[in-house]
């Protein structure tokens, strides 16, 4: 008999070796979750959490961060992962995670804190690296910026402010929808690929003339209103500091 047949786990499955909190590939998602061995300082760090989090719905505090810190390989990113998929409660191959969560831990007071939280208090959790979306951007972000970003992309929206503006006007106005339709008999691709584009804003402006020729008289209307958004933005600053200078 081999050692491999003795032990209890499938030693042979692979692991990722560095948890990424921004890979949510389900597959990869699935065995981290079912694969996570929590030792008792963990899982009473996770029971501090969890019933602070159940105990803010009737005695709020001040308090809106939690700091987890460690040295390299305790197990930080997997603590912070985990916690969000459990909030968030999100579908991992067909099994909601916070079942896929506790299961693995076998924790009863864990258990009944997660219950609780899905039940009565529904979460929205973006999960990002700073070091990697601020890595994309060719110029110095602010950290708000970078979480703006995300924002975006997790909603379904495009990640230039520009677009994404004229995104949301169009899906207020219900017209989001005939811009998309637009967009694949014109171009025949899909508009989330022509927002990523190079020619991204001389296609949304074409297509946005088409869709609201009212507001955008011509192909070009929304392209030229973009580039003088930095002009308007300078002339707004100049004529503050001239009304109240330093």
Same mark, same amino acid.
């Given at each position: 008999?081999?050692?491999?047949?003795?032990?209890?786990?499938?030693?042979?499955?692979?692991?990722?070796?560095?948890?990424?909190?921004?890979?949510?590939?389900?597959?990869?998602?699935?065995?981290?979750?079912?694969?996570?061995?929590?030792?008792?300082?963990?899982?009473?760090?996770?029971?501090?959490?969890?019933?602070?989090?159940?105990?803010?719905?009737?005695?709020?505090?001040?308090?809106?961060?939690?700091?987890?810190s460690g040295f390299f390989g305790s197990?930080?990113?997997?603590?912070?992962?985990?916690?969000?998929?459990?909030?968030?409660?999100?579908?991992?191959?067909?099994?909601?995670?916070?079942?896929?969560?506790?299961?693995?831990?076998?924790?009863?007071?864990?258990?009944?804190?997660?219950?609780?939280?899905?039940?009565?208090?529904?979460?929205?959790?973006?999960?990002?690296?700073?070091?990697?979306?601020?890595?994309?951007?060719?110029?110095?972000?602010?950290?708000?910026?970078?979480?703006?970003?995300?924002?975006?992309?997790? +909603? @379904?929206?495009?990640?230039?402010?520009? /677009? #994404?503006? %004229?995104?949301?006007?169009?899906? !207020?106005?219900?017209?989001?929808? &005939?811009?998309?339709?637009?967009?694949?008999?014109?171009?025949?691709?899909?508009?989330?690929?022509?927002?990523?584009?190079?020619?991204?804003?001389?296609?949304?402006?074409?297509?946005?003339?088409?869709?609201?020729?009212?507001?955008?008289?011509?192909?070009?209307?929304? +392209? @030229?209103?973009?580039?003088?958004?930095? /002009? #308007?933005? %300078?002339?707004?600053?100049?004529? !503050?500091?001239?009304?109240?200078? &330093?």
């Amino acid at each position: 008999m081999k050692i491999g047949q003795l032990l209890e786990r499938d030693f042979s499955k692979p692991i990722e070796e560095i948890i990424k909190v921004n890979n949510a590939d389900e597959q990869t998602v699935y065995t981290e979750l079912t694969e996570y061995v929590a030792t008792d300082r963990i899982k009473d760090q996770y029971r501090h959490l969890l019933k602070a989090m159940v105990d803010a719905k009737s005695t709020p505090t001040e308090g809106i961060g939690v700091w987890i810190s460690g040295f390299f390989g305790s197990g930080k990113s997997s603590f912070a992962k985990n916690l969000g998929y459990v909030l968030a409660n999100r579908t991992v191959l067909g099994k909601p995670a916070s079942a896929l969560f506790t299961k693995q831990l076998g924790d009863e007071h864990i258990t009944r804190y997660v219950e609780w939280l899905t039940a009565n208090i529904p979460c929205e959790i973006f999960m990002f690296d700073v070091q990697v979306d601020l890595a994309v951007q060719t110029s110095a972000e602010q950290i708000a910026e970078v979480m703006y970003r995300v924002l975006l992309r997790e +909603l @379904d929206y495009s990640e230039d402010y520009d /677009i #994404a503006e %004229l995104e949301m006007k169009l899906e !207020s106005e219900g017209k989001l929808d &005939a811009l998309m339709e637009a967009c694949q008999n014109r171009f025949q691709r899909k508009w989330s690929l022509v927002r990523k584009s190079s020619g991204k804003f001389s296609g949304a402006s074409a297509l946005v003339h088409e869709v609201d020729p009212k507001v955008f008289p011509s192909e070009t209307s929304f +392209l @030229d209103e973009v580039k003088a958004r930095p /002009i #308007a933005r %300078l002339t707004r600053r100049v004529s !503050s500091t001239l009304r109240h200078p &330093a």
